[in-house]
């Protein structure tokens, strides 16, 4: 079991995040002292922020600071759902969130974390993307994106590639069984009756994230900063093994923490609290050499933030 440190405060609206660009964003901080670090949640394909909460509240009770925004086409902010201009637009779309919570939470540890979709995202940003003006010390990626359980073989993703430079923008249906998603009888009703979740997806989206995975893991090698990725054996929806063989390719900055008969949504699996201690004691150990943390004990609670 975890020890909560200190209540929570959370905060959900709509803002220009720079100036320009208007994204429907999700804050969690501890109620008292100052975070040790701050993460920036980069949610999965047909998800939104807000149902990270309670991965949110866990990590804010223990003293970090959590950002999540939800992406363009998803959840709260504007645009078609699940379609994009380009894969660029969406790696923008991280810069911004990122950029975001460190103007937010300055002359602290920035971490990010993505989850699915949110993982590649997140991969393929820090292998692409100069980060250098970012101070991360690290990322956290739960069941990537990077090779689908079933891949289609080779004909039918050339195809695929060619329909979506013919009709980028088509979308199709991607209809999910919740019960691939967790074990949790309450997350998978609580998924069910989300009005903010869609499944369709343009066929420019889904060959980007299918291209976008082969070749993180062909380039995991460049991996600038530490990460630790997390996958459940029994995930029907990403493929354990493409998560394991970039790890492999990426060295010492990569470290893979594999999770028994867990399933795609480790944050709402029955051990999700065994999986919030992990990701705390890595994100720790990343800045345990500036930081102190506090001892006292005392169970969290979600306090409303005022706007």
Known sequence: MLAYLSPVAAQALEMELDGEHVRFVHRWTPNEGTPW????????FGDHGGRFAGMATSLASLGLAVTAIDLIGHGRSPGRRGVIGSYDQMLDEVERAVRWTDGLFPRIPQFLFGQSMGGNLV???LLRRDTHGVPLRGAIVGSPMLRAS????????????WLAKCVPNLRIPTPVQVNKLSQNRQAQDAYLRDPWVHRSMSLR?????IDSGLWAIENASQLPIPMLLMHGTDDQLTCPTGTEEFCQRAGGLATYSSWLNCRHDLHDEPVREQV???MTDWLKSQCITTYRFPSQNRIATAVPMAA
């Open 37 to 44: 670090g701050a993460m920036t949640i980069i949610h999965g």
């Open 123 to 125: 991969i393929n940003w």
């Open 150 to 161: 079933n891949m289609p073989r080779e004909k039918i993703m050339n195809a695929g590639r």
């Open 205 to 209: 989206l889904a060959a980007s994230l």
């Open 276 to 278: 919030f201690a992990k």
